[in-house]
């Protein structure tokens, strides 16, 4: 059964930057497709980006597109959420999922596994 771990997150000031990572303990078609999500307090949890394995496909929420670059590493278990110019509606938990390969990207029980979770937290 494959894990996934996030790192990655921390306090940063509105304007900066944060890169997350997910790494999955190991390869298997449940990361065909890996994606983002996030949860702040008292809110659903929402889709950030996602791509598939081969990257031919990267999908973005509205509300990250062009802040956000998501990507796999050399390492080819892990897929990192670049945050560029983060802003204090950010501030969430970021959840990394795996899926086989799928392209409805935002539907949540498309994904199989889940991550713990790493917590961003951007202030004002």
């Known amino acids: 059964q494959v894990q996934l771990v996030e790192s990655g997150g921390g306090l940063v000031r509105a304007g900066g930057s944060l890169r997350l990572s997910c790494v999955a303990s190991?390869?298997?078609?449940?990361?065909?497709?890996t994606a983002w999500f996030r949860q702040a307090p008292g809110k659903e949890r929402e889709f950030v980006a996602a791509?598939?394995?081969?990257?031919?496909?990267?999908v973005y929420s509205d509300s990250v597109k062009g802040r956000f670059l998501i990507s796999r590493g050399y390492d080819m278990n892990a897929v990192h959420l670049q945050m560029n110019n983060l802003k204090p509606e950010d501030t969430a938990v970021y959840y990394c999922?795996?899926?086989?390969?799928?392209?409805?990207?935002?539907?949540?029980?498309?994904?199989?596994?889940w991550g713990r979770g790493t917590q961003v937290t951007v202030s004002s």
């Open positions: 999922a795996g899926a086989p390969f799928t392209r409805d990207f935002y539907q949540t029980n498309e994904y199989v596994v």
């Open positions: 791509m598939t394995w081969s990257g031919g496909d990267t």
């Open positions: 190991v390869r298997t078609s449940n990361t065909d497709t």
